[in-house]
């Protein structure tokens, strides 16, 4: 009979890290964490049993590097290690080296991540199976010229995809033969930098596919089954934001259909424990995409509406022990969704953002609302891991209640701090053709006017909110610093605007872009008389519950979350983030300065290529430097034709948001 083990190392960080450590407590069984020099009090550090550090913050240090891996579980004396999902959890070399140390690898074989690994090789498998495949050129042939002519054959538009990519690195979609050989350069450029590797495979593109998936489960005798699908087609930059379970308006013949499909790919690869098989799905039919040879972020929505914990599962198999379940027992149970709140500006084509969480709330959990996290606030968002800060998975009996409950737990959610997606989140989520089901995954891209509109100005309520939440801080303190003081009720503490004889006006300003907002704030009776714009409102402020911001204006009651970091202040209310400066009274006058004679690094990163040298001759568009943060690539190219003055960068280096990173030659340089 399997024995369960007693001690499991989680070989990864963050939010599936505690996820791993909860089922692995309700099975009774001991965790060990590992974390690097950035994630010494991380959440997933204080959830485990025990932590062992295991190096420096670059994850090629710490969590990528299996020999120190290997050494914490011997040290702990664990007995399985668990990958979670990203760093190492589809590497066969490190299953081989837990093999070797003898030490159970909690997930698939190594032979079967080999043969999935390889997107061209995972597809010429599939040909030789039931698995329906895309028109395509999968082989080992690169040659620029021959791949061309492939193209050519199987027709416009196309996609060139990184043969051991993932997570829309190495990947570009091509309208025209014109456009081929720009995009074939390109997609092989990231993909050696992602990667390694700069081999590409290039198939037919579907003009509004669904990207779909299918969870499968196989143990070590015999059996497989499905969990039925997910729909993934929320997308940007072909990375998933929001994941569903089941897909809306799939018919029950092609559920059936695609998952003996994915049951079929598993099982000609001897596949064992969790993985998923992607596929990509039109009105005409599904084709096989990839398969994924792990736990998916994505898992819970699964979890959710068939009632079955997989990380359970997972280590169930991992021991030995046969499915729990046969195929028939499988039953699908209302609806569920998932988001991810990432730390990132959709406003500046997604990039990430970093620092620290000056706050961090999220809706209190039930049976219809799941919280996955790793952080909490007051947490440093890193540039060296993922930019996702937590998943909020919310179940209905049926879509539309799934659909109601998330957007008011998304209404309810607050990040300040660093930029989030909160916003395009709730804009999604309130979007008509997402309500109605069966998006496709350009979905963002063709909705952008919409889902990504930059910020409008302020409206009176931000504007009176913030004034009052700046008024009630000052009358905080003016109390706090009369209590402590020796004569608690001198006039001197006093801070509420009063005269005699008189009811004075004071301006508070914020900006918001380039614009400053300026609201006249005068004392009427216990309430404030605001003027904004032309506009006249009063308004009174106090604190709510769970420290938030109780404002009436007007006599109209409404609730707020205002967090203020330095001269900056978020606010969000009824599901919209604003952010406001105030005046930085030693801010420097060169703020406004030209840089157009400079490369500034656009986010905190490491450089990890550098393209040019002082004296180059360069043009427009020209990648000069390529930098690397929260496994983001960003190529930073010359703004136009121009000679360089200076490099100021080195691969390997750390950079900072407005760093100078190139100089050029301006025109009066020698003057």
Known sequence: MARMFNTLLIANRGEIAVRIARTARHLGIETVAVFSEADAHALHVQVADRAIAIGPAPARESYLNIARILDAARASGAEAIHPGYGFLSENPDFADACDAAGIVFVGP????????????????????????????????DQDPDFLADQAVRIGFPLVIKAVSGGGGRGMRVVE???????????????????????????????????????????????????????????????????????????????????????????????????????????????????????????????????????????????????????????????????????????????????????????????????????FVAGDIVSIHYDAMLAKLICWGATRDAALRTLRRALAETHVAGVASNLDLLGRIAAHPDFAAGGIDTGFIAREAATLLASAPPPPVPVLAAAALAELLAEAEEAAHLA???????????????????????????????????????????????????????????THGLDGTLDLTLDGARSRWVVTRDGESLT????????????????????????????????????????????GDVVTRGQVLVVLEAMKTVFRLTAPADATIAEVACSPGDMVQEGQMLVSFVTEDAGV
């Not at 999935?116 to 895309?134: C, E, F, I, Q, Y």
């Open 109 to 140: 074989p190594a032979s079967a991540m080999r043969a999935m690994g390889s997107k061209s090789a995972a597809k010429a498998l599939m040909a030789r199976t039931s698995v329906p495949l895309l028109p395509g050129y999968h082989g080992d």
């Open 176 to 374: 025209t033969p014109a456009g081929f050989a720009p995009a074939l350069a390109s997609a092989r450029q990231e993909a050696a930098s992602a990667f390694g590797d700069d081999r590409v495979l290039i198939e037919r593109y579907l003009q509004r596919p669904r990207h779909i998936e299918v969870q499968i489960f196989a143990d070590t005798h015999g059996n497989a089954v499905h969990l039925f699908e997910r729909d993934c087609s929320v997308q940007r930059r072909h990375q998933k934001v929001i994941e569903e379970a089941p897909a809306p308006g799939l018919s029950a013949d092609r559920r059936a259909a695609m998952g003996a499909a994915a049951v079929a790919a598993a099982q000609a690869v001897g596949y064992v424990g969790a993985g998923t098989v992607e596929f990509v799905a039109d009105a005409d039919g599904f084709f096989f995409l990839e398969m994924n040879t792990r736990l998916q972020v994505e898992h819970p929505v699964t979890e959710m509406v068939t009632g079955f914990d997989l990380v359970e599962w997972q280590l169930r198999v991992a021991a030995g022990e046969t499915l729990p379940v046969i195929q028939d027992h499988i039953r699908l149970s209302g609806h569920a969704v998932e988001t991810r709140i990432y730390a990132e500006d959709p406003a500046r084509d997604f990039a990430p953002s970093v620092g620290r969480l000056t706050a961090f709330r999220m809706p209190d959990p039930t049976e219809d609302v799941r919280i996955d996290t790793g």
């Open 483 to 541: 209590a402590t003081s020796g004569d608690p009720h001198s006039p001197w503490h006093a801070r509420d605007q009063w005269w005699v004889n008189a009811a004075p006006v004071r301006e508070l300003a914020f900006h918001a872009g380039e614009a400053t907002h300026p609201v006249q704030v005068r004392r009427q009776g216990d309430a404030w008389r605001l003027t904004i714009g032309g506009q006249s409102v009063l308004g009174q402020a």
């Open 571 to 614: 606010l969000r209310h009824a599901g919209e983030t604003y952010r406001l400066r105030l005046p930085d009274p030693i801010a420097g006058a060169d703020e406004d300065e030209d840089a157009s004679d400079r490369l500034l690094a656009p986010i905190p990163g490491q450089v990890t290529q550098v393209n040019a040298a002082a």
